[in-house]
């Protein structure tokens, strides 16, 4: 029967052939069950199995390729199982796998800092000041048309993002609500993208994720006056980088946790992360 649903894989389109793989995955499960659990009642699949010889696939002629393609879909579609009284977080396991392309089941993790938002040119190089709009008027045209060409973009990015991911999260290591703050300053127009009521972009603070760390509560326990001057309330390039990967580590497995449980049996399957730091990329890796 596997021989026969791998023979089928030549002539089908490539989705047919994903669901395909499915399927070889899903017998096997069956016949675990089966073996570990012999007194379970199993249903039987009512499938129709049909071989492809090795003659009938060099018959086919490249201008026929389409028709060839739709009749081993139809094929395909008589091979799935129409499988009962098995159980549900098997079959929904199974069937969310086959989804696996889908925007349903993709989740996007982006960076706010210097990946969305050009933190280090507005404060840092401009000399922008904080808690105050944007003045175009007081930039050069040069610099003008570098906001002008970012706030387009930023809007039409998260607009595809938005599109191609039924969950989009900014997860930053910065201060709430930062991202508002910026948003209302720099790139109003990108307030109708988050605060839209469908499919709308999530921000998660990281650090309010974690619990402060020994360094950190130390600090806040040291008394204003002299806590610039404790060596605690400095933390070395190795103790800064465990902590922000670590806030950026605990967000994403929660909205991870989140997003994948809509269902008994869905499981985790596109994950992408963007950001400028390591932080991002040693998170989502051990995510």
Not at 256 to 278: E, T
Request: glycine share 2%; proline share 5%.
């Amino acid at each position: 029967r596997v021989w026969s649903l791998f023979q089928a894989v030549f002539k089908a389109s490539p989705r047919s052939a994903m669901d395909l793989a499915g399927q070889v995955r899903f017998e096997a499960i069956l016949h675990v069950e089966r073996v570990f659990n012999p007194d379970a009642k199993h249903g039987k699949s009512k499938t129709t199995v049909r071989t492809i010889s090795q003659s009938d696939a060099s018959e086919t002629s490249s201008s026929d390729e389409d028709s060839a393609e739709s009749n081993a879909d139809e094929q395909v579609a008589q091979m799935l199982p129409a499988v009962s009284n098995v159980s549900q977080m098997t079959m929904s396991r199974t069937r969310s796998d086959w989804l696996y392309p889908d925007p349903s089941q993709t989740m996007l993790f982006l960076d706010w800092d210097d990946t969305l938002f050009p933190t280090t040119d507005f404060f840092d190089r401009w000399g922008v000041e904080n808690g105050k709009p944007l003045c175009l008027e007081m930039l050069d045209k040069e610099r003008q048309m570098y906001v002008q060409e970012w706030q387009q973009s930023l809007k039409e990015y998260m607009q595809q993002a938005c599109a191609l991911s039924a969950c989009v999260v900014v997860v930053t290591n910065s201060r709430s609500p930062c991202v508002s703050d910026c948003i209302e300053r720099f790139v109003p127009e990108l307030a109708e993208v988050f605060d839209r009521q469908e499919n709308a972009p999530r921000v998660v603070y990281a650090r309010e994720c974690v619990k402060p760390s020994r360094r950190e509560q130390s600090a806040l326990m040291t008394p204003v006056r002299i806590r610039l001057n404790v060596n605690h309330a400095r933390p070395s390039v190795e103790e800064m980088t465990e902590e922000m990967t670590k806030a950026k580590y605990t967000a994403m497995q929660r909205e991870a946790k989140r997003f994948y449980s809509q269902y008994p049996g869905q499981s985790w399957k596109n994950i992408l992360s963007v950001g400028d730091m390591r932080y991002e990329h040693f998170a989502v890796q051990e995510l």
